[in-house]
């Protein structure tokens, strides 16, 4: 604190230097001011030289002397005035900086205890751990926010943290169960919350109520068509998903990626890809499938995995066990850009990967150009690895791959 009295006190005299010299300009002694003895010493000159008689000498000096001196005790006023300015000045600028400064900033031995500043008001900015931990809390004083609940169950998709998710934004569609908005939320946190990320009870009827109230809800519409391809119903899939299409402006950057959607979900359904001649769906299936295949792999990605197991690990599987194939980013978030859940007892099976398998819109197959291909035995019917699963994960590849992937489980999860 040496260093901060110090640097006050020289500060305060530099203001002083300021103000205090034109507080002498005028003299001590009740003498003229420095006009008045200039025109008083110019009259006696004059008079000296013998410009003015002694009579006009006498008249201007006694028009002199009607002006008022400065008062007897003028020359005390300037030693009070510049008193009381060299006590108020450092008292003032101290009062100030105990307010709204930092004293402790300029003393060396405290510098190292004070917090890094990175924020505009000072304070280190919070982690987004820290941010979503906060509102938490401030939420447990705030059971009725309704915004608050909104923004902290996104908060928590974003982190891939979808319990959390579902809890808080079941407090949101309680406060507010007929907003459309909230309900697809609702839905979207309840479905991915499950182990299988299915859209199927109250979420399914949530999506179906929001839609009911507003047909055109573009999210609404997107999930009904996720939820219709999970049910194999590729048929209402493709009506939402083209419905759809009609909503989005021209140059919409989902436009691409949504027409993939559809080809994929028209190939499954053995229909001709749009904009086929009208005779093509009258030709057989199997021709048909065969152009929409070629649709799809020209449009998106198409992964065919193989997947088997080892022998020595075969033995280990229980009838009620559950196979995940899945394709996730080689970096980043491991939520799944595409997955398909089978009866681990299918094994040996063949299973196809492309964009429709994808839970969410922004994170799907065709967003990379390479991705690691993994299959997992789940005893627990999750899709997150638990202890006990089995697994294979393999080297990235790469999305635009047309050959099969030979995938062998061999391993097992600790």
Do not use: C
Request: hydrophobic share 45%.
């Amino acid at each position: 604190m040496n260093t901060f009295w110090l640097l006050t006190g020289l500060m305060s005299l530099l203001a002083l230097a300021f103000v205090l010299p034109p507080l002498w300009r005028s003299n001590g002694d009740g003498e003229p001011s420095g006009d008045d003895a200039r025109r008083l010493h110019a009259l006696e000159q004059a008079h000296a030289a013998g410009v003015l008689s002694d009579e006009e000498y006498a008249a201007k000096h006694a028009a002199l002397d009607t002006i008022e001196p400065a008062p007897a005790d003028g020359g005390r006023r300037p030693w009070i005035a510049a008193a009381l300015l060299a006590l108020t000045i450092p008292a003032g600028a101290w009062m100030i900086y105990r307010e709204l400064g930092q004293p402790a900033a300029l003393d060396p031995e405290a510098h190292g205890a004070l917090p890094t500043m990175t924020a505009d008001d000072g304070s280190t900015p919070p982690s987004m751990d820290q941010a979503v931990a906060g509102l938490a809390e401030r939420l447990r004083n705030e059971p009725d926010n309704l915004e608050g609940w909104l923004l902290l169950g996104r908060a928590y998709k974003s982190m891939e943290r979808f319990e959390p998710a579902r809890e808080a934004l079941a407090n949101a569609y309680r406060l507010a169960p007929d907003q459309p908005d909230v309900m697809i939320e609702y839905a979207e946190a309840l479905a991915l919350s499950t182990p299988e990320r299915r859209f199927d009870g109250e979420s399914l009827a949530l999506l179906q109520r929001a839609t009911a109230q507003v047909p055109d809800h573009q999210r609404g519409l997107w999930l009904l068509g996720i939820a219709a391809m999970q049910a194999g119903d590729y048929a209402q899939a493709i009506e939402r998903w083209e419905y759809l299409q009609t909503l989005l402006p021209d140059d919409a950057d989902a436009i691409a990626s949504l027409q993939t959607q559809i080809d994929a979900a028209r190939e499954r359904a053995g229909m001709p890809p749009q904009g086929a001649p009208a005779g093509a769906a009258a030709s057989s299936t199997g021709a048909a499938s065969t152009a929409a295949s070629q649709a799809a792999a020209a449009d998106g990605p198409r992964l065919t995995v193989q997947v088997d197991v080892a022998p020595g690990l075969a033995e280990r599987i229980g009838p009620s066990d559950t196979l995940f194939v899945f394709a996730r980013a080689p970096n980043g978030p491991r939520m799944p850009l595409a997955i398909q859940r089978l009866a681990a007892g299918a094994l040996p099976t063949t299973v196809v990967l492309d964009d429709s398998s994808s839970m969410m819109p922004q994170l799907k197959l065709s967003s990379l150009p390479e991705v690691v291909i993994g299959a997992r035995i789940s005893r627990s019917g999750q899709a997150t690895p638990q202890p006990g699963d089995l697994e294979v994960l393999s080297a990235p590849v790469a999305t635009s791959r047309r050959e099969a992937l030979r995938l062998t489980i061999d391993r097992v999860v600790e």
